[in-house]
């Protein structure tokens, strides 16, 4: 179960996504990582989502980010292929 911490983490990241970086980083860093701090509304991009995070925690040690892969729904695609 996601935690109403956790819950706002993300809500307020992907605003922040859509109102503030979105048009802009589909235009220059897609499908990269990008990690969002929502208090100070910093973000932090990278070609992967473990270093995207890593850049948000050596600014933010003790924040959780929320993290979005450039231009898709999801940061992660978890599946198999169907015969």
Same mark, same amino acid.
């Given at each position: ?6 819950? &706002? ?13 979105? &048009? ?25 989502? &473990? ?33």
């Amino acid at each position: 179960m996601i935690s109403e911490q956790n819950k &706002s983490v993300s809500e307020k990241a992907k605003q922040i996504y859509t109102e503030r970086l979105q &048009s802009k980083l589909e235009t220059q860093h897609m499908n990269q990582f990008v990690a969002i701090e929502p208090e100070s509304g910093d973000h932090f991009i990278a070609d992967s989502f &473990s270093q995207a995070v890593a850049n948000a925690r050596k600014t933010y040690p003790d924040r959780i980010s929320f993290v979005i892969r450039v231009g898709h729904k999801a940061a992660l695609h978890i599946g198999g292929m169907v015969n």
